[in-house]
């Protein structure tokens, strides 16, 4: 059975940085955060397949990084140079599909989400 257990949100200024964490268990394959801002849909945010290929939606290339610690069974999120329009609830997620990509419809195991709230 696959759980996921996110973390890490937090209330910072603009231009800070902060570390999501979800801690993985049970068999997963195509690994992403999501995110939702108060009103909007959810939206992919990045993903990282079984060989370490990342895929990032364009708002955050160059400010986020993807990464899984096998080691530890635990998807991270770094995100640097955070804006306002970075707000909004963040939730880790997975599925099993030989294909990976950041289409919502595509998972189906979720983590409650982490709350990150940028102030300016």
């Known amino acids: 059975q696959v759980q996921l257990v996110d973390s890490g949100g937090d209330s910072v200024q603009a231009g800070g940085s902060l570390r999501l964490s979800c801690l993985l268990s049970?068999?997963?394959?195509?690994l992403a955060w999501f995110r939702q801002a108060r009103g909007r849909e959810r939206e992919g945010v990045a993903v990282?397949?079984?060989?370490?290929?990342?895929t990032y939606t364009d708002s955050v290339k160059g400010r986020f990084t993807i990464s899984k610690d096998d080691d530890r069974d635990t998807l991270h999120l770094q995100m640097n140079s955070l804006k306002s329009d970075d707000t909004a609830k963040y939730y880790c997620?997975?599925?099993?599909?030989?294909?990976?990509?950041?289409?919502?419809?595509?998972?189906?195991?979720w983590g409650r989400g982490t709350q990150v709230t940028v102030s300016t």
């Open positions: 997620a997975a599925n099993h599909l030989p294909l990976c990509t950041l289409l919502l419809d595509e998972y189906n195991y």
């Open positions: 049970g068999y997963t394959r195509c």
């Open positions: 990282i397949a079984p060989d370490g290929k990342t």
